[in-house]
C-alpha cells in the first residue's frame, strides 16, 4: 500500500507540473508574453478608474468633460463644442523623441493616420495642435491659429502623441475615446467609425472642405478672394454655399446675418482648391484669376479674431476659419 499511494502521488504531481507547463497543444492558444505597449495599458487601465491624461492607452468607459470658455482655447474648438459637434483632437510634436520605446517615430505616424482617417469621417470635426505652441493669449480670441492656449491642461494630455474623441451627452460632452503614445491606424479607425455613429444633434456639413485661405480687401474689413479645399472623394460644388459670422457666445451662425453668397457653378475635384473672390478679375495667392465669384463680400465688415463659417447648401457648418 505505501508504495502504491506513493506511485499515485507522483502521477498526481506530474500531472499537475504538466498542466501548469501548458503542455501539448494548449500551448498554441496561449497569449505570446511579447504583448503589446497598447495591450498592457489597456490592461493596467481596466484595473483602475479611467481619468483623463493617467497615461491609459484607450478608455473603458465615456468620461465626463466640460469646456472651460473662460480660459483660452482655440476659437474654432469652442465653436465646434458650442454646436455640439462630434470632436477628434490630436497633439504631437514635430521632432522625433529620442527617449520614445523601440525608437519609433509615433507622432508622425499616427498624425498621418489621423489626416488620411479625417477624410472618411465628414461629419467629424478635426483638431490638431503642435504642442509647442500653446501661445501666450489671455483670451481664445488673442490666440493666433494653430495656438491651442489651454486646451491640452483641461484634456490632461501627458506624453504625445494624444488623440481624444468628444461626443455631446445630455447638456454635457463625454471622452469616447482616449489613446496616448503610438496607437495603430486600425484603432483609431474603428474609435473614429465608433464616434461617428453616435445620434447627435449636429449642425455639421457631410461634405468635407475646408478654408485654406481668405484674403480681406484693402480697407481690411471686406473680403477680396477665398480659397477652398476639397478633401473628400468626389466632386463638390460650391453652388448655393455661403459666408457667414458666427456668434462668440454660441458658436452657431445667425442665418439672417450679413454674409457671403456663391451663386455660380464652382466645381472642385477631390484633393484640388478653387478660389473665389468679390469681382472676376481677382487673382488668388497663387497668381490666378479666381475660378467664380460670390455676392456680398464688401459688407462683411470683418475685424481681428472674427470666426467665418462655411455653410453648404443645405445651412450645415462645413468649416470655420478665424480672420
Known sequence: MPLKAGLLALLALT???????????????TPPASATATSTASAA??????TVGAGQAETFKDTPFALNMDQPVPPDFRAAYQRRSLISVQFY?????????????PDVKV?????????????????????TNPGAAETSEGLDRAQYGTLPAQLGVGITPYVVTLAPDGDQYVIDNLFQGYTPRAVLSQ????????EVESNTSDVDVVIEQLELTDSGSGLEYISIANQSTQEVNLQGFSLRLLDPETGEVNPDSVGVQINEDVLIQPGES?????????????????????????????????QLALIDSGGAVANTFTV
Open 191 to 198: 474609435a473614429l467609425f465608433d464616434l461617428s455613429a453616435t
Open 45 to 50: 487601465a481596466a484595473s483602475a478608474p479611467a
Open 274 to 306: 478653387a478660389s473665389v473672390g468679390r469681382l472676376p478679375s481677382v487673382v488668388d495667392a497663387d497668381g490666378d484669376r479666381v475660378e467664380g465669384v460670390f455676392e456680398g463680400g464688401d459688407a462683411l465688415q470683418l475685424a481681428p479674431g472674427d
Open 111 to 131: 498624425q498621418r493616420s489621423m489626416e488620411s482617417l479625417s477624410r472618411q469621417y465628414p461629419t467629424i470635426e478635426f483638431f490638431s495642435y503642435e504642442i
Open 15 to 29: 500531472t499537475l507540473l504538466i498542466a501548469g507547463c501548458g503542455g501539448g497543444d494548449d500551448a498554441a492558444s
Open 93 to 105: 510634436k514635430e521632432s522625433q523623441d529620442p527617449f520614445y520605446p523601440q525608437g519609433l517615430q
